[in-house]
């Protein structure tokens, strides 16, 4: 078989429900790089939060972080195809008028290593891996750097369209907005024109990887275009409905099955 780049979404995908990578997940993913295949993680979250996944599987492939806003190789800094995209620092504190609804708990800017914070709400355990107070308040005292994101946290998934609608309205086609989470609903801003498959083409160019031989799985809004480019799009079992339809196949079981792990063992062998 041909080389093939793997590209993974984390949340809902390569990881369980408890945010861990299973001992069958990591096994096949193992013996898939040994064979030659090249994996990365391609995810909405933070490389702060996302590298030790990338430490956990031994990889030493690009990851893709922001929702495509942020391709580097943790392991060379020089790397000839990492970028960079970002919203400029005025837009990002404007939206500190979204606080104003009730059902946003938490309002983050991020740059590649710093995050600053409007709220005391933590999505989800690792959100704050160093504790949240080694943050930085989202003001104009503190945020001098364009920020690669901007993060809003609801309480309800339900509240996340009236809060993406007047995003939109603000601001029209100057950005991105993906929603991502699950138990955690977030909408991510991003520069327009960013999104997952940006990343992942530009992985495997550094490869020398055709389209056709990328494989990509997601569960998300924001594995859309990714699923959508790649040659083989594979939407996990718990995935939504509007991926399931554009995706080339869609799991057996969910993240929550070894539904990754299981698939990848009946493509591969």
Not at 76 to 83: A, E, F, G, L, M
Not at 197 to 202: D, N
Not at 204 to 228: K, V
Request: hydrophobic content about 35%.
């Amino acid at each position: 078989m041909k080389r093939k780049l793997i590209a993974l979404d984390l949340d809902g995908t390569t990881l369980t429900n408890e945010s861990l990578i299973s001992s069958e997940t990591k096994t096949i993913l193992t013996d898939l790089r040994k064979q030659g295949h090249i994996v990365s993680i391609v995810t909405g979250r933070p490389f702060r939060n996302s590298y030790y996944y990338h430490d956990e599987l031994k990889l030493d492939t690009p990851i893709v972080n922001f929702n495509g806003a942020w391709c580097h190789h943790p392991n060379d800094k020089d790397w000839s195809h990492q970028y960079y995209k970002t919203l400029s620092k005025d837009l990002a504190l404007s939206m500190l008028s979204l606080k104003d609804h009730p059902e946003v708990q938490l309002i983050a800017a991020e740059s590649h290593d710093k995050i600053y914070v409007e709220g005391n709400f933590i999505p989800y355990p690792d959100f704050f891996p160093e504790g949240i107070e080694l943050s930085e308040k989202l003001s104009t005292e503190f945020l001098l750097e364009d920020p690669l994101s901007v993060e809003i946290f609801t309480s309800t998934i339900a509240y996340q369209p009236i809060i993406e609608q007047k995003i939109i309205d603000l601001y029209h086609d100057t950005v991105e907005v993906r929603t991502w989470g699950g138990q955690t609903p977030c909408l991510e801003v991003v520069a327009a024109g960013v999104q997952k498959a940006m990343g992942v083409e530009r992985i495997a160019d550094y490869y020398g990887i055709h389209r056709s031989d990328i494989l990509a799985f997601g569960d998300q809004e924001n594995d859309y275009e990714m699923i959508q480019y790649a040659g083989h799009g594979v939407v996990m079992q718990n995935g939504i409905t509007r991926l399931k339809a554009i995706a080339d196949d869609v799991t057996t079981y969910s993240n929550d099955q070894d539904g990754l792990a299981r698939y990848l063992k009946d493509y591969f062998y």
